[in-house]
T-cell receptor
Framework: ETGVTQSPTHLIKTRGQQVTLRCSSQ?????VSWYQQALGQGPQFIFQ???????GRGNFPPRFSGLQFPNYSSELNVNALELDDSALYLC???????????FGPGTRLTVL | AQTVTQSQPEMSVQEAETVTLSCTYD???????LFWYKQPPSRQMILVIR??????QNATENRFSVNFQKAAKSFSLKISDSQLGDAAMYFC????????????FGQGTRLTINP
């Protein structure tokens, strides 16, 4: 059974650019959550998708947007990148809304 | 809003000894879940142990156990017989039962194991 995978592993962008991060959920999982982890901090919830619909959002501006596809993989899009967007972005999937979340290895985004 | 606080930024322990990591949380809910996650340098978050708030019995997973004090809103993690592979960042997390199933994390405790 393949676990949660994320791509790319690392990414460097400049301020003002746009970025798309990808997450493949574990087989059989229909729920995906995204978290932002700044250096030295705990992860912060960005949003969650359940069966292709957004099911809750954290305190992040609208330039953070997402999608979930019919195969339950997901994308996180960030527009107009700011220096403070530099962080590790974690994706987690679960088989149901109320089940344990399984994390991917993350994407390290650096904004210069 | 729910918050989770880990007051120990760093802890260290001798190999084979026991260490306890502290966590407090704030919520107005009566039912919820609490977790301890481990994040090694590889960055992948790994679930260590889980506690349902409605269960009075403290959860145990091999060398890992918790002390759950619901009234005090305290949830500490005890690691017995510490091993070198236990070295990592440890995060305490809260998850509500109602609404979005989001995890609320603390700031983390860096655990060092001394050989």
């Amino acid at each position: 059974e393949t676990g949660v995978t994320q791509s790319p592993t690392h990414l460097i962008k400049t301020r003002g650019q746009q970025v798309t991060l990808r997450c493949s959920s574990q087989s059989g999982h229909n729920t995906v959550s995204w978290y932002q982890q700044a250096l030295g901090q705990g992860p912060q919830f960005i949003f969650q998708y359940y069966r292709e619909e957004e099911n809750g959002r954290g305190n992040f501006p609208p330039r953070f947007s997402g999608l979930q596809f019919p195969n339950y993989s997901s994308e996180l899009n960030v527009n107009a990148l700011e220096l403070d967007d530099s962080a590790l972005y974690l994706c987690a999937s679960s088989p149901r809304l109320d089940n344990e979340q399984f994390f991917g290895p993350g994407t390290r985004l650096t904004v210069l | 809003a729910q918050t989770v606080t880990q007051s120990q930024p760093e802890m260290s322990v001798q190999e084979a000894e026991t260490v306890t990591l502290s966590c407090t949380y704030d919520t107005s809910e009566s039912d919820y879940y609490l977790f301890w996650y481990k994040q090694p340098p590889s960055r992948q978050m790994i679930l260590v142990i889980r506690q349902e708030a409605y269960k009075q019995q403290n959860a145990t997973e091999n060398r890992f156990s918790v002390n759950f004090q619901k009234a005090a809103k305290s949830f500490s993690l005890k690691i017995s017989d510490s091993q070198l592979g236990d070295a990592a960042m440890y995060f305490c997390a809260y998850r509500p039962i109602q609404g979005a199933q989001k995890l609320v994390f603390g700031q983390g405790t860096r655990l060092t194991i001394n050989p």
